[in-house]
């Protein structure tokens, strides 16, 4: 049966790869990864608190063997209404990097020009004003009796000109909208050297035709075998 790969972000900059294993594998779309209401992420958040507890346990028990490598993990178990979870930790079989995309509009940089390199030194000459022929400014004085001509007065601003404004103002919207751009970046994330293994079963619905022991033979082949699976270097 082949698992479910996720990757659960444990620090900064790494993840570790999770298998989830259901007992009953319809269950996948119909419960699991169901669109209006999926248990997965209830499920990685039930489990999410024993995570980094677990990988310093493993980490410790690694140490006092001397560093020698046993398959066998320690199980854990989850118990919530709906589903329960047990939680192994296995070795590391292959190697692979995850990438994650993210696209953010920005706006373009404005394009400044160069021109001033090659002609600054027509700007920096002196300027020379030839003070003799200057003229005073003489201050203008109003007539008291001068006529105003009322052709002269503008008119009153009307409702013509705010529908002008206002389209002069979704114009500056399209134009701004315009001057936006699609930046695309990568982020990495190492990989951390254990697998996150959980066999998952679904509480509440009849188990049809299953021996009672399907769990637990579930348990021990997934604690037993996920780290010697083959084929998985192109996956990720």
Sequence with gaps: MAPIRRYLRITKHSVLEVRIYLDRPADAESWL?????????????????????KLREENERAKGRGGAKSKKGVKDVVVEDDFEV????????????????????????RIKSNSGKLTGWLTTEPIVINEDISEPIAPREDD?????????????????DDKDELSANE???????KKLRLNTSYEGFSIYSRILCLVVKRKGVRQQSQ??????????????????????DDEG
Aim: overall charge negative; charged content about 25%.
């Design 86 to 109: 047990s939680i192994f930790l296995t070795e590391h079989s292959s190697r692979h990097s995850v990438l994650t995309k993210q696209k953010v509009f920005e706006h373009k940089p």
């Design 33 to 53: 990864l169901r669109r209006d209401n999926p248990a997965l992420p209830r499920i990685i958040q039930a489990v999410r608190p024993l995570v980094l507890p």
């Design 144 to 160: 008291e009796d001068e006529v105003v001509d009322l052709a002269q007065i503008p008119e009153q601003v009307g409702e013509k």
């Design 211 to 232: 021996p009672i022991s399907s769990q637990q033979m579930l348990e021990n082949w997934v604690s037993t075998q996920a780290a010697a699976e083959p084929g998985d």
């Design 171 to 177: 114009d500056d919207v399209e134009n701004e909208a």
